[in-house]
């Protein structure tokens, strides 16, 4: 029978395309990823202008068990990120930083289980999105930023808002995904400069969902994170993006002739990552997380650092595992 639909073709088409830039057992693991980090940066638009961050501190605030410093920067010219800083009043300076960066919620309030808007209590507790909050618990200090299209920053009482935004981008060669590294690159930018007392020596950066993608391309272009958690994220394109609906914000023009998910999981090595996923994730599903994960694990060997990548399939749907996850996430920072 012939075909007359254009998704089953051109999904066809990907699932027979092999990237061009995958990593060849043989090859020099460390130049590989020189190359990959170019071309990765050159997809998603990067990088932009740089500009005066005309940091601003907005307030700090006293929330009992930890102290919320609000501020926000210039990441590009014309364009402010709103970012907390908040830090548990038990502090020990040595203790690691983490970025957590929230997934397709209301924005970045989710992430401390603080309820704005009706639809916020299901993420909480249905998607164990309030992943901020249990770091802060387990005494870790935490930043968060609110991602473009989400929340302050374009999003709405339903969810974010990515798409108008999104295509204009792509109509200047831009992404959104981009758009989301640069801000978190900057902000780091900014914690070095206004915060001499955190421990940026052991950065982390963690996210679910939108969260976790965000969380996977900043990692890939961004060394300074020492250590890498990816929620519900991690999968071939075949499986997920390319499966099914997915917001907007997610693609990236011409990324499948060079890279899957799992190549650019590569970049992350010899760091340290978890990789976490649902056993019934209808929209990132396991059997494409492990075949991304697989091939991770091959480059974690060319990087002579097999054990420092780990992977975790809670039993349940589309969420975090927070008890489970965060279980393996404290180990890493017991050597």
Known sequence: MRNHYPHKHNHQLLCETVPSLRYQEGEDFFKWQETARTKLAQLLGLPFERCDPEFQLDYVQDKGPYTDTRFSFQSEKGYYVPCHLLQPKTLDPKKPVFICLQGHTTGMHVSLGIEKNPVDKEDIVDVDAAYALEALNRGYCVILLEQRNFGECGGNEQGPDCYLSTMTALLLGRTTIGERVWDAQRMIDVLEANF??????????????????????????????????????????????????????????????????????????????????????????VEGVMEAYHQIEKQYQAANAPDACKMLVGHGPHRFFNKEAWDIIDSFFKD
Request: hydrophobic residues 40%.
């Open 196 to 285: 001499p007392d955190l421990n940026l020596e052991k950065l982390a950066c963690l996210g679910l969902s939108g969260g976790g993608t965000a969380t996977t391309y900043i990692s890939c272009l961004e060394p300074r994170i020492k250590y890498i958690v990816v929620a519900g994220a991690l999968c071939t394109f075949k499986h997920s993006i390319a499966a099914m609906y997915h917001c907007s914000c997610n693609y990236v023009p011409k990324i499948a002739e060079y890279f899957d998910m799992g190549d650019l999981g590569g970049l992350f090595a010899p760091r340290k990552f978890l990789d976490v996923a649902g056993d019934v994730d209808p929209i990132f599903p």
